[in-house]
Every structure is written in C-alpha cells, then in structure tokens.
C-alpha cells in the first residue's frame, strides 16, 4: 500500500476502477429494463429494488469498512481460519437475514398505502425480500472479500477503492437476484 495519501494518488487509483464500475452500472441499467414489464405489474416488487440493492451495497460497505480497518491494524490475514474475518462475514449474512424480511414487509406496507390493490400477498413479498437478501448478504461477503484481496495484493487502500467496488457489484447483483428469486417465486 502506498505510504503518501494525496489527493493525486487517490485519483490515480480510483479513476480506473470507476470507470470500469460505470460500464456494469449501464448492464445493471439493461438487465433492470428487461425487468420492467413485471415490475409495474407488481408495484410491491418495484418499491424493494432500490431498497433492495440499498441494503445489500450497505452491508458490504459495513463489512468492507470493518475489513479495511483490520487490514490498517494489521489483524487481517485472508486465512481461513481468520476468526475476524468469519465473525465479520457471518455477522454480515445475520444482519442480512433480519433485516431483510423488514425490508419486505415495508414494502408491502408501503405498496398497500399507496396503490390501489396489492396483487401479491405480504408474505409473498417478505419471502423474496427473503430470499433476495439471504443470497445477496453471501454474494456481498464474496465480493468484499474478494475486492479487499485484490486491494491488498495490489498495493491499493481499500479504503479507497474497495467500497466503490462493493457498492457498485452489489447493485449489479441485487437487480440479477432479486429478478431470479422473482421467477422462482413468483413466476
């Protein structure tokens, strides 16, 4: 990692990382419109996606920050027997697994007030909120970990590029899952 933060250095490191997040951003965009027809035929559905890939782009930033700081103190060590590493990890999939059934309840709640029928049920729409979440709460860990890693071995702060990165593959991820969790339980 880089002894001398500067405004310059930061840039240099962030600049390319961001412009290749913005490029997944825009398929995020495309898989998103391939969505919409179901979308608006189930307002419920409609009101989780931003809070959906809300939740899971913050708690890999959670889990990311954590790890950051492990790996400025020195404490991280990428090893499998890492009882920080897993304690954080699965602290993240237990955030996940409560909050998210909130999230659809909310949702629907949400959607009850304001529509003027909600065609799927609340416990429909706590299960995929569920579901969406419990997968997207694995595949954030994944990716934190993966990109703090890869932030390491390259000399780069995580500090610097390792939330971007979480944030943005989770947005990514959570439209692609919540659509499929959509498909399995909805059809």
């Known amino acids: 990692m880089p ?4 405004v310059s250095a930061i840039v240099r490191a962030t600049l390319p990382v961001l412009l290749g997040l913005t490029a997944v951003e825009i398929g995020s965009g495309l898989v998103l419109e391939s969505f919409e027809a179901t979308l608006y035929r189930h307002p419920s559905l409609l009101v989780l996606v931003p809070v959906t890939i809300g939740t899971a782009g913050n708690l890999g930033s959670i889990l990311a920050s954590r790890l950051s700081t492990s790996f400025h103190l020195g404490t991280l060590t990428f090893a499998a027997t890492d009882d920080d590493l897993a304690g954080n990890a699965l602290a993240t999939v237990t955030l996940a697994l ?4 909130l999230v659809g309840a909310g949702a629907w709640g949400a959607t009850a007030l304001t529509a003027a029928q909600t065609d799927l049920g609340v416990w429909t729409v706590v299960a995929v909120s569920f579901a969406s979440g419990a997968v997207l709460a694995l595949l954030a860990v994944v990716v934190t970990v993966v990109a703090t890693y890869l ?7 995580p500090d610097d590029v390792v939330i971007p990165v979480v944030t943005n593959v989770c947005d990514v991820l959570g439209i692609v ?3 499929a969790v959509v ?3 909805v059809g």
């Open 3 to 6: 002894e001398e933060w500067t």
């Open 98 to 101: 409560t909050v998210f059934p």
């Open 177 to 179: 899952v919540l659509f």
């Open 183 to 185: 498909q399995l339980l």
């Open 151 to 157: 932030a390491y071995r390259l000399r780069l702060d």
